[in-house]
Each structure stands twice: as C-alpha cells, then as structure tokens.
C-alpha cells in the first residue's frame, strides 16, 4: 500500500515536525512495515511556472507537426517578456493556462532545461506533459490547466504537488484495513495520541424510496449489497489533477472520472466498488453463486470458465462481473456513459480468495476482499462516490438506493486485562489493555482484571485473546520488550541430523548442488514420469487450497522437481549439471481420520495429539540426484567424459558409504528409468534385504516429457530405510603386517552379476581376506559366446603374523571355490 504523506495528515492531525521517515520507523516498530519511503520529485528544481500561451505559430517543413508559441509567464523570465518556446505537442490552444519549465530547471531523471536553437527557432524552455512533470503516465500531450488554476508566473512545483513523500508499505495477510489510507491514518493517530478524522464518518439520509433492485440470494456468499445511482453523468468530464496525482502516487493508473473515483475510494476508506452502465444492466442486480458452465468476459477480455464456488454478480441475463475481483465487458463504463450505478458489497474473503486464485486473476479489490474489508463501510463508500461523481462530472446524486443488510454483530472476546502483559513477559501499567482497545476502535468493558472487547467492523482479523494482546504489545512497542538469551539446552546434533549434513557434504564434494524445490506435484508430472495407473506413486494428497491449480497434490517423489530444476538450468545455458535434493515425500495412509480442528486458548492434549498423528501421512525423507552433461571435462588433460547411468549409482554408493552401510546392487526395471540401465538397490536390516531405491539412465520418453538433455540419470532413495541398517560403528583393529595380494580371474556366464561373485569370493576367503575389488571384465575371442571374465584383486592379512605363501593361496583357492559352487565360475587358463 502505498501512502502519500500529504493525503495522510488529510485524516490525522500529526505534528508538523514528524517527517516522513520518522513515521516509518514508527509504523514499522507498530506492525505496519514500510519497505521505503519514495521522495518524488526529490531531484525536481525550479523555475518551474504557470504559464498562459499567447501565440502559436505552425512550423512547416519538418516529419512532424512543429509549433513555435509564445507564452506569458510574467517576471518569472527577470524580463516580464513572452517566452518563446518550440513545442510538438497539439493539444492545447492560444489562452491555455500550461506549466512552463525556464532555462536552468531540473526535471525527474536529471533532465536539465536549457535555452537552445532548434527546428530554426530559438526555444528557451519547455511547456511540459505530466510524464515529463513525473505527475502520471500520459503520452497524449501537456498538462491544461483549468482556468483559475494559478496565477501566470507562479511557481508552479508546490501547488502541483511535484514533490511528495510517499510510504511503501508491506501489508501482510492479517492487516487488511492497512490497505487504505483510512486504515493507516487510524494506526498513526493511535501511535502519536493524536485526533483522526474518519472519512467514513458522514451523515448518509435514509433512502426516499427503493433504489434499483438488488437480491442477495445467499447470506454466506455476501452479507451487505449497496447501490446507489447518479443520473446525467458527463462521460467526458475530466479526472482533476489532484485526483489524478493522487492515484498515479499510490500506484493507480489514471483511466476516466468514472473509473478513478471507484478507484479513489477504494484507497481512502479500503471498500472497493464497481461501476457499472445503468443502461446496460437489465433487471435485478443479484449476488449469487456462479453456475456450472457459465461463462464471462471480463474487463480484461479473457473469456472465463465460471466455477460453482465462484461468486458472481449477475443482471436478468446472466453473470455481468467476478465478485470481489473483477468486471465484465457487457456493463463496462464507457465514453458515453451517463447513467451510473456504483455497488459496494461485502463478500465471502475465502471465496474471494479461491476465485482469484482459480482464474489466476489478482486484482487491487481480490486483495482487499481476501483479507478482509470493513463490514459497515459500504454505505458511505458508495455515497462518497456518488458525491464525487456529482461534484467533479455533473452528475444528480439519486435519494433513493438500496441497502441490504445481512450482517451480524460481532461477539464479545473476553480477556485478562494482564494477558498481554504475561505474554510479553513485562509488567505494563494498570488500564494500558483498556487504552490500546479503545484505541483501535473496540467497544470495551471492564470487570475488575477481566476486559470484555467487541472488536470494531473494521478489524476482522481480531478473533481471540491473543489477537487483542498482539495489538497492545505492538502499540506499546516490540522494542521495548526485553531481550533475554535463553538457556542452552540439547545435547548437539542427533544421529539423523548428523547423517542429513554427512550427505550432503559428501555429494557436494563429488560436485553435486542442492536444489530446494516446492513440495507440490500435478498429474502431468506423474504422466510424465510414465506411471502406470495402479503406480503406488500416483496414490497422492491432494491439497484443499493449491498454490498452483496444475500441482495440486503433495509429492510422491523428488524426481518431478529435480527434472525441473535441470531442464532449467539447461534452457540457460548450463549444459553439464549435477543437482540433489534431500527432503519429505508424503505417502496417504489408507484409511486415515481427518484431522480435528483444535481450539487455539490452550495446548492439545496427548488424545488430540494421538488424533493429529494418525491424520497424517507418512513422510519417508529421501535424497534424489539428477545428473546430465560432462562430468569430466575435455581439456589438454583428457578427452573427458559424459555423465553414465554408473554416476548415479555411485551417487548412492557415496551415500551408503558416509552412513556406513554396505549397499547391494542389482539390476532392476522401474519407471521413470530405461529398463535395461536401471538398477534397484538394497541394504540389509536385520539379516533381510530391505529396498532403498533406484538408479540409472532416464527412459527416453520421460527424457522427452521434462524436455532433459538425453542420457540424463537419475537416483532416488529412501534416507530414512538407509539409517535403520545403521549398525554401532566398531573402530577396525588395525594390522602392522604386511598385506598379501591375490589376483584370480574367473570365467562366468554373462548373465551373472558381478556382485554376486563378489560376494562368494568374499565368503570364501574367510577371515583373512581384507578387500576384494573388481579390475577388469573381458569379453571376446578367449573366452566363449555368451560368457564374460572377470579378474579380482584380493587383499589378505593377519592381526598377529606375517603370512605365508601357502596361507594366502590356501584362502584363495577357498574364495573360488564357494565362487565356483555358487556362480557356476571357472578359473580362467
């Protein structure tokens, strides 16, 4: 929101020396946080004056129109002469009362004015448009002024409101009536004990009669529709300079009289409204709950599909404008529109705040109605505006309007008047609940130490105690609280935590970068990741209120996001990319309870607890790794090397390894991977295999769902399964003797896993044996069709002795020979 400063003191009464800054930081300290305070206009220095053109001489001779004029702008020149000035612009005539920047003025941006030769004519100066005034966005021409506006020759910087102070601020969720001026005028003269003057606070007669109809039909979808009529409107009446100022400084765009008053008062008192052109509605104005299938043009001419949670306002012939958000086409204000009906109703927020999400539409009314608007305003806000409309455009306020009322009046909250006090931890003096209450507008009562409050319309975010201590605490200042170091506690990291950051060091040392992707997932993720339909990964929790229509489940998997993040960072040019992420899948348990809604007075008990627990999912903490591009540069050094399914595995051996579990590796099929380089991988727990997860090269089709360099692979699994085959890490005793080494190649069939001969030679051998590794795998004309050599280094030694010869062979021959009884495998000749 942001808030001139002169508009401001309007409605308070502060003092002359409290600056624009000094009241931001007061604000901020209150609640209220302005991001920065804009000084417009800043860098403007004068002669900048009121001018009245005399003569203009059309130039011929040139690509474009060129006028030579003459201009009064009496002694400001220090001669009293015309002014002579070269100007392109054609909208103003001889008598015209313009704004005139003279030789040596400094216009917004460093734009200097000089006296200078062009077009053949002498220009010394320059008749200036709103842009270059920095008043708002017009390119049409320069600024008329009306007549009477200002004296011909006075500085013109002060009266046109050149320079302004204007506060940013950044009004969260729960502070809608921060979102007008009314709203922040209020807070203000609370902080510094000054009188405010409301604006809404006007005497408005009662209705001589019915107005035009309007039918709520639904109280929950709305509780207050206001309509008033002005007749005989000039649709050509200009929006006032002040008022277009004033819009273009809270960062409204200018658009027509009509359209800028609804604006107008939308920022003053935080009611927005909607004009409609009498003439084009038929019949009874209706608030209603959209149908099935209904459809609207809006103001922005998208054509929308209408859902039934969305509320619309409709005439005879059907949905004219999205409640709370926007306007239709078919009723829009227009260049000749005389009749106006201005509405101002009080909507759903929560259905407000669904619309603008399902249309992707936010608008400066979507986010006043979403967080909550003033129940009791409606009535003055649409009179102001009628006002308005008759003051500045011509037109006849009409007595009779319509005003239907539907609202309830707030209940009472009960509250120790030292409740704020003990959740501050200070000791506030006696009455400061009551005066801070008071304050913010609440009707209270008090009862010894207890106060009862009934919060104002104005402040639907005020629900329970502890809303009512938020607003003495921030009044009486967040600085003032004390700061107490709290007393240490914890006995440092736990087991898990020390694994999570184990793993992510050892992955970013092998040159992987963590990624932080949105927990959220859709059905053309799972699509893309070629699922079948009865895939235990599409079982998925679907959100009440998405962020993203298109992702509205809690993810399954890290894979959609890591894909994401890598097609990303490929279509920017960084074609070699290694990526994890470490996080919660969420698994729906069947069956589950929903989950109870608590009271927030007090702490839930161990039976409610027990209650939340059981609603919700299960939430395996996994590691995912995406991997695509060179993972070996080419250079003087080498020819490098391309990234291989073998990466990913190795991705998930380095994590086993930093928690100290031995991994088995096998081969496997399993979408998203490419049936033939994928490999399933599996630790033991308790003696029983226990799967972790996957890894290896991505299937092509989902390479080309998530548009991935080709190649691309991937590993995914499960931190938590890893962590339970955690056994007490033993400290090895470590030998002084010298190790014996061992080669033995075997001859296999093709189809033998590497790692199941391993895992024989490694039984057989014994407890001699410290390492056996694979060092070379041979298939051609020495051995036969369809079998493969394999050729292992084994590493054995002993505690207390220097082995023999003898004993080292006698436990190789055992290796293979549990080799050979297990594996079908032959000594190679």
Not at 288 to 308: C, F, I, N, Y
Request: hydrophobic share 40%; net charge negative; glycine share 10%.
């Amino acid at each position: 929101m942001r808030v001139p400063l002169t508009w401001l003191r309007e409605y308070v009464d502060l003092p002359a020396e409290v600056t624009a800054r000094r009241l931001a930081d007061r604000l901020t300290l209150a609640g209220l946080e302005v991001e920065t305070v804009d000084a417009l206009g800043a860098d403007i220095t004068g002669p900048i004056v009121y001018g009245k053109v005399l003569t203009i001489e059309e130039l011929t001779g040139f690509k474009k129109p060129i006028r030579f004029c003459t201009v009064d702008v009496g002694r400001a020149n220090g001669t009293g002469e015309p002014q002579e000035i070269v100007c392109g612009a054609r909208n103003f005539s001889e008598g015209d009362l313009v704004v005139v920047c003279l030789p040596g003025a400094e216009l917004p941006g460093g734009f200097r004015i000089g006296a200078r030769k062009t077009y053949g004519r002498m220009s010394e100066g320059m008749i200036c448009s709103a842009s270059e005034l920095g008043l708002w966005e017009d390119h049409t021409g320069i600024v008329v002024l009306p007549e009477g506006f200002g004296q011909v020759g006075e500085d013109a910087i002060g009266p046109l409101g050149l320079r302004e102070d204007v506060l940013d601020i950044a009004v969260t969720p729960d502070r809608g009536y921060a979102l007008s001026i009314r709203g922040v005028a209020r807070d203000t003269a609370a902080l510094y004990g000054v009188d405010f003057h409301d604006p809404a606070d006007m005497d408005v007669p009662r209705p001589t009669g019915e107005g035009h109809p309007g039918r709520i039909e639904d109280p929950e979808l709305a509780d207050r529709l206001v309509l008033r009529g002005a007749s005989g409107f000039d649709p050509e009446a200009p929006t006032p300079l002040w008022m277009k100022r004033r819009l273009h400084q809270s960062g409204v765009r200018p658009v027509s009289l009509a359209v800028d008053v609804t604006n107008y008062v939308m920022l003053e008192l935080g009611q927005p409204l909607h004009a409609w052109d009498r003439e084009r509605l038929s019949g009874t104005v209706a608030v209603r709950a959209a149908t099935a299938g209904e459809k609207l043009e809006t103001l922005d001419h998208v054509q929308r599909s209408l859902d039934p949670d969305d509320i619309v306002i409709a005439d005879d012939t059907g949905a004219q404008a999205l409640a709370g958000v926007m306007g239709g086409v078919d009723t829009e204000i227009g260049l000749t529109s005389s009749e106006v009906l201005i509405e101002a109703a009080h909507f759903d927020t929560r259905r407000i705040a669904r619309a603008s999400r399902r249309h992707q539409l936010s608008s400066e009314a979507s986010r006043r109605f979403e967080r909550g608007v003033d129940s009791a305003v409606q009535l003055a806000a649409a009179t102001r505006a009628v006002e308005l409309l008759a003051e500045l455009g011509g037109a006849t306020v009409e007595s009779a309007y319509t005003d239907l009322d539907r609202t309830t009046k707030r209940r009472p909250i009960t509250v120790k008047a030292s409740h704020a006090g003990s959740v501050a931890g200070v000791d506030y003096p006696e009455g400061t609940t009551q005066k801070w209450l008071r304050a913010i507008g609440c009707a209270v009562e008090t009862d010894g130490d207890v106060v009862r409050a009934v919060p104002p319309t104005w402040r639907p975010d005020l629900t329970d105690p502890n809303d009512l201590a938020e607003e003495v605490i921030r009044f009486e200042g967040y600085e003032n609280i004390p700061s107490i170091r709290p007393r240490a506690s914890g006995r440092g990291l736990t087991s898990s935590q020390r694994l999570r950051r184990a793993v992510g060091r050892v992955l970013a040392d092998v040159g992987f970068h963590e990624v932080l992707n949105y927990p959220f997932l859709g059905e053309r993720d799972l699509d893309g990741l070629q699922l079948a339909s009865d895939d235990d990964r599409r079982s998925a929790l679907r959100l009440a209120n998405p962020l993203n229509d298109g992702e509205p489940m809690l993810r399954t998997t890290l894979l959609p996001g890591l894909f994401k993040a890598l097609a990303r960072n490929v279509g920017r040019g960084m074609n070699d990319v290694a990526l994890y992420e470490m996080g919660l899948v969420y698994r729906p348990r069947p069956d589950a309870p929903p989950a109870p809604i608590l009271p927030v007075d007090r702490a839930p008990g161990a039976d409610e607890l027990a209650l939340i627990d059981a609603a919700l999912p299960e939430q395996p903490r996994r590691v995912g790794v995406v991997i695509a591009g060179q993972v070996e540069r080419a250079g003087w050094w080498g020819p490098g090397r391309e990234a291989l399914w073998a990466d990913a595995i190795q991705a998930a051996r380095d994590i086993a390894r930093v928690a100290g579990v031995e991994l088995e590796v096998e081969a496997a099929q399993r979408t998203p991977w490419h049936p033939g380089r994928c490999a399933a991988l599996y630790v033991r727990v308790d003696g029983e295999r226990l799967l972790v997860g996957h890894a290896g090269e991505l299937h092509p089709r989902a390479v080309k769902a998530f548009g991935l360099p080709e190649r691309t692979a991937a590993m995914e699994v499960e931190l938590d399964r890893i962590e339970r085959a955690r056994t007490p890490v033993v400290a090895p005793r470590v030998s002084t003797y010298p190790v014996a080494t061992q080669d033995v190649a075997l001859v296999v069939d093709d189809s033998v896993p590497v790692e199941r001969i391993s895992e024989a030679l490694a039984e057989g051998a014994g407890e001699l044996l410290e390492s056996v590794r694979l060092f070379d795998v041979y298939t051609g004309e020495q051995v036969d069709e369809g079998r493969k050599s394999v050729a292992f280094a084994l590493r054995f030694r002993a505690e207390d002795r220097t082995l023999t010869a003898e004993e080292a062979g006698a436990a190789r021959d055992a290796a293979v020979a549990v080799a050979a009884e297990r594996t079908g495998a032959v000594l190679r000749g």
